[in-house]
């Protein structure tokens, strides 16, 4: 490799440094060609991006950055190293866990991993940084906590004014429906019944009176 070939390729490292607050530093050496194409396929299908480099460049491009901030990766860099750059600081992790229960191997291993700033040392570290929470994660857990207090708190007053409303609503029991009396019959009419005599008139009686005689 060229001298100019080699200032590429720390140029090239340091955008991605640059680019991703969350890196992992892996050992590949085992490997076939083949597992390592099958392990970029796993990273690039999880968006997370996979750089193959010299231990040597990898240092160059991460001083000429910030020769403190990464320090505490430097003792990583030997044997065959991979790089894994992920905005989803655990998802490297998630790849490199899955890879190995697929390939029945504890390869690649993990060196180490900086995560926000955070360095973790050591394949030891790999079950806890799948369980990393990352920022979505965070904050849904945070908006639940917070909407827990105000759930609770609607749930009793809805309860309240179920209960409320029971005791306002005076139960109506529904009266007996009265039965219908019985129509009273109306009176035969009397058959044969001799009608009264008539009254006699003013003109009758007047004619009854004798008139005296005189003498």
Known sequence: MTKQEKNEVIELLKGKFSQYNNFYITDTESLTVAQVSKLRRHCFNK??????????????????????????????????????FSENPKEPAMIISSFRKENNNDKPLLKAAFINGDVFVGNDQLKALTQIKTKNELIGEVIGLLQSPIQRVLGALQNKDAAKAEVAEPVVAEAPVAEAAPAVEAAPAAENTP????????????????PPVEG
Do not use: C, F, R
Request: glycine share 2%; no cysteine.
């Open 195 to 210: 009608a009264a005599d008539a009254a006699p008139t003013v003109d009758d009686a007047a004619a009854d009176v004798t």
């Open 47 to 84: 968006q997370v991006e996979m750089k193959v480099a010299k231990n040597t460049l990898i240092k160059k491009a991460l001083e000429s950055l910030d020769a403190e901030k990464y320090a505490g990766v430097y003792d990583s860099l030997h044997k065959v190293t991979a790089l894994l």
